[in-house]
């Protein structure tokens, strides 16, 4: 049980590496049983710490969930910036971070049913949503300037085929981690002609 500090080593270091017991639970848990798996005593419990000293951490499940949503979103985010980065035929951008998108999630489908899997929730009708507290938005978002550039319409509003793409992308990675039994083609294929559309 954490009712001791240990001696020498820094509040903020103490408080990072108890966070980050607490998320490896709740995500091993989640892994285990599902959202029914994820209630604050058994992810206490798993984490080696009482129920109370957890909320000294996070206020509620929710905030540990979204917690977890943020591990999961940030190396995503960054992949799809370096892959932007990367290429510099407009069309050939577009289909680079599509496929890094559908890629990151397959290589990680535990993060995928993480965060797609479980709804979010509002603790309070004043609390804000997880997307309008974090760059989940901004970052999908990217695809309407992108199929806009691979349209040679940089300046065109195509935010509605942005959205219409994300939808796309995220049932292949649906159907290819959800009903993995199904014998899919690689994903490749499917983002090849998703983009194709959009182009």
């Known amino acids: 049980?954490?009712?001791?500090?240990?001696?020498?080593?820094p509040k903020a270091q103490r408080r990072e590496e108890g966070r980050g017991r607490i998320l490896e639970a709740a995500r091993i848990l989640?892994?285990?049983g599902g959202a029914e798996a994820l209630s604050i005593r058994a992810i206490a419990?798993?984490?080696?710490?009482p129920?109370?000293?957890?909320?000294?951490?996070?206020p509620s499940k929710t905030a540990i969930v979204r917690a977890l949503w943020s591990q999961a979103f940030a190396p995503l985010f960054a992949e799809m910036e370096a892959a932007e980065a990367s290429e510099s035929d407009p069309a050939a951008r577009l289909r680079k971070v599509a496929q890094v998108l559908v890629d990151y999630w397959l290589r990680f489908p535990d993060r995928y049913r993480i965060v797609f899997l479980i709804e979010d929730r509002r603790e309070r009708a004043d609390d804000r949503w997880f997307i309008e507290e974090t760059d989940v938005v901004p970052a999908y978002l990217r695809f309407g300037p992108l199929i806009a550039a691979a349209r040679g319409d940089?300046?065109?509003?195509?935010a509605r085929e942005g959205e219409a793409l994300i939808c796309a992308l995220t049932g292949v990675v649906h159907m290819l981690v959800t009903v993995s039994e199904y014998p899919w083609a690689r994903s490749e294929t499917?983002?090849?002609?998703?983009?194709r559309a959009f182009c």
Request: net charge neutral.
């Open 154 to 158: 940089p300046g065109g509003d195509h």
């Open 30 to 32: 989640f892994e285990a």
């Open 190 to 195: 499917y983002v090849e002609v998703i983009v």
């Open 45 to 49: 419990a798993r984490a080696g710490m």
């Open 1 to 9: 049980m954490e009712t001791r500090r240990r001696a020498g080593v």
């Open 51 to 58: 129920a109370m000293t957890l909320y000294s951490y996070f």
